[in-house]
């Protein structure tokens, strides 16, 4: 079985870490049941594949450090590195150098760039300067962190998403981290997606994949970016696979993050309604096969949509992993 | 009084801190004979300018920094942010960093590249990376270590000390750093020396000094870089300024670093004659009008040139200062 989970940063990794453990858990069942036929038939037994298309608007140039946060959020929080209270970034963290920028008068003091999470961006940022690709520097830091799915950038391409103000534009870093998502949103722009390219392995991840799941992660500036690639919308709209999707809204508000306000910015009610009207029926032109949503959401519909309601508190992977089979259940229908 | 002085890291950076004491102590006599005359004069008070010329030879890229050892030896000698004990690097240092890179698989984890230090060559690296020049990110940074003096490369352009042994070329930092000076040295070779030219103010600053002093630094792979940079030499030997030299050779020893080893590989006698022998009376084709030696070393004698025998262990700025006064004297004979 192959799956694709469109993910962003902190909801992402935990929603990926469940897939992991759901992916874990159905190869060992799918082993078994090869075993128990292998005395009459050679074939290999089939294995569960996940690849992560993970968001790249966020990505950043700080200090001349290339910051890629969703792709270090999910490869810490899959490598077991990273800082579980706070969310994102490394465990055990330092800030020692952060400081010292600031002490030489460094303009993004606002930004957390710990001193465990500053090699990553060293080790990144040395090989995009040789000419490499982000795809291949995600391959060579994920050589240490062994996240155990396959992590791929949606683009290797400039792609950074922006926020304009009525005060002037600002990268989406500046108005989440800088000024806490306060600055009203004229709108979000996705700064290169006129000419960015899908990152090797996306576009055919999604053609050869069984089932794609969109991660609970913000639709306007995690998932969004993700379908502002080019090609990867329409990728995933003509895949043989099903689609289903899964609400980062619980009861009115974002389990993570400020979904709240990115919503608001483009007019969407911040509910499972809404988000799944956002993404809309494949059946109508849209993305999803199907929709999971909170309990607490049950009774929700989307046009053209099934809907499936069942708890989506990331409480551990075995929560996650519950919610994947729950969604392969739907896509099954 | 105008004071140019080259220097290279650690004794480099201890000489430059007596010179500046010298300086202030001068100063503020020339200020006392310029008040006692000012009921009847108006000319304004000559002031005493201290211009350190660095070796930039042991300058190397690490993980995508761009390192200047010497220069930020002496930024934090004189700013007083330097680790005394270990001589290089920064007080309260910490290595969080460099652990992380090792743990990507670093090629140069055996360079100690400290947390606080980073954060300079992060500062420095964007700016030249915005094509400043390294003069102006070496200003950037003086404006926050305030070292008192003036602070130049000896050039801006590539220029890097590569030492050829029987194996092979390396980098002057991964023969001395990595191999602690044990491979045989063939030849020294100052990378880039061809093309390079002097850093803006180097050559003004020579031809404008009453009086250059070469630090007690390494003969062979710290003053020597300098002088190999084009220009320099032919500056100072046409200079009108007195050339005074300090010996960094205290009884066949050097009073820090490995110059013995330097010294053995270009053929010269590890002692205060030797060196004083390869710098070479100005008056016959040299570079200097006077070389001080320690008592240690009395009766030392450089054909062509006054030896001045004083005490030269740089224990603290008194101590050095007393040299400083020693040369001064030395050049107004």
Redesign the interface.
């Known amino acids: 079985m192959r799956i694709v989970v469109l993910a962003g940063g902190v909801g992402g990794a935990r929603f990926l870490s469940g897939v992991r453990a759901w992916a874990s858990t159905h190869q060992a069942a799918t082993q078994q049941a090869a075993t128990q036929q292998a005395a009459t038939q050679q074939a290999p037994t089939p294995r569960t594949v996940v690849t992560a298309i993970v968001n790249v608007g966020d990505n950043v140039t700080m200090?001349?450090?290339r910051i890629c946060p969703d792709l270090d959020t999910v490869m810490y929080t899959l490598g077991g590195g990273n800082d579980r209270e706070r969310g994102w970034g490394r465990a055990g963290e330092?800030w020692?150098?952060k400081d010292?920028?600031a002490?030489?008068?460094?303009t993004h003091s606002w930004f957390g760039l710990g001193?465990?999470d500053?090699?990553?961006h060293?080790?990144r940022?040395?090989m995009l300067?040789e000419g490499r690709t982000l795809s291949e520097a995600t391959a060579e830091?994920c050589?240490?962190w062994r996240p155990g799915i396959e992590m791929l950038p949606a683009s290797d391409d400039h792609f950074e998403t922006h926020v304009v103000t009525p005060e002037g534009t600002m990268h989406f870093q500046e108005w989440w981290v800088r000024h806490r998502g306060v600055p009203e949103v004229v709108r979000f722009e996705f700064d290169g997606a006129a000419t960015a390219t899908a990152a090797p392995g996306v576009l055919a991840a999604i053609a050869d994949a069984d089932l794609v799941l969109v991660g609970p992660s913000n639709p306007v500036v995690s998932i969004g970016p993700i379908l502002a690639v080019p090609g990867v919308r329409d990728a995933i709209t003509k895949s043989p696979a099903r689609v289903v999707g899964v609400s980062g809204i619980i009861g009115d508000a974002p389990v993570l993050g400020m979904a709240d306000r990115c919503l608001r910015a483009v007019g969407v009610a911040c509910s499972a309604a809404g988000v799944g009207g956002l993404y809309g029926a494949r059946s109508s032109g849209g993305l999803l096969d199907g929709w999971l949503v909170d309990t607490v959401d049950a009774g929700t519909t989307v046009e053209g949509l099934p809907v499936r309601a069942m708890p989506l508190w990331m409480r551990d992977d075995e929560a996650t992993a519950a919610m994947v089979a729950a969604a392969v259940e739907l896509a099954a229908r």
Do not use: F, I
């Open positions: 200090h001349g450090l330092s020692v150098v010292e920028l002490a030489y008068g460094g001193d465990r500053l090699a990553t060293l080790v940022t040395r300067a830091l050589r240490r």
